[in-house]
Every structure is written in structure tokens, then in C-alpha cells.
């Protein structure tokens, strides 16, 4: 990636617009999409077991763990948080 570019945050305004639904259909390849869809599982699935097992939810501890950005940690957290995966 070009230097100054966060994936992270990249990430998260894809997720947005998964939100959003059919308008993503027409701003992405599908490919693409199924392939972030599927790594954001997969880090989720890193996420709930690594918080219910520590009790901890530091983004910065979340990050070095998964090897992303502050930002992107706190963002999963929110995320799983919304969605009742994390109690």
C-alpha cells in the first residue's frame, strides 16, 4: 500500500457501506467485497473469544494482538459491541 494510507480506516469505510446495502452493489466488485467480508470474520472471530477469555477491550492491546491499527481495533470492538456478539 502507498505510504500515509490506513487500511484500517479503509476498512471501515467499507464496512459503512456494506451497511448501506444496494448502493455498495454498485460501487464495488463483488469479489472484492466477499474477500474484506471474509477477513472481517475472520478477525471478529479472533476478537470475541480473545475479550471473553482476558475480559479486556484496550484497542491499543487488540491491536498488537491482530497487527492493525488502534483505530481499527476500537472500531471492531464498537462494531461487535453493536451487534451484542461482546456482553
Excluded at 457501506?17 to 471474509?38: I, S, W, Y
Amino acid at each position: 500500500m502507498g505510504e500515509g494510507v490506513d487500511p484500517t480506516q479503509m476498512c471501515q469505510s467499507l464496512v459503512e457501506k456494506v451497511a448501506r446495502g444496494r448502493q455498495l452493489q454498485a460501487e464495488t466488485d463483488p469479489g472484492l467485497l466477499m474477500l474484506f467480508e471474509d477477513w472481517l470474520e475472520e478477525l471478529e472471530g479472533e476478537v470475541v473469544p480473545w475479550v471473553k477469555e482476558s475480559s479486556r477491550r484496550e484497542p491499543r492491546e487488540l491491536a498488537q494482538k491482530l497487527g492493525i491499527s488502534e483505530a481499527g481495533a476500537a472500531f471492531l470492538l464498537r462494531k461487535l459491541q453493536r451487534e451484542g456478539r461482546l456482553s
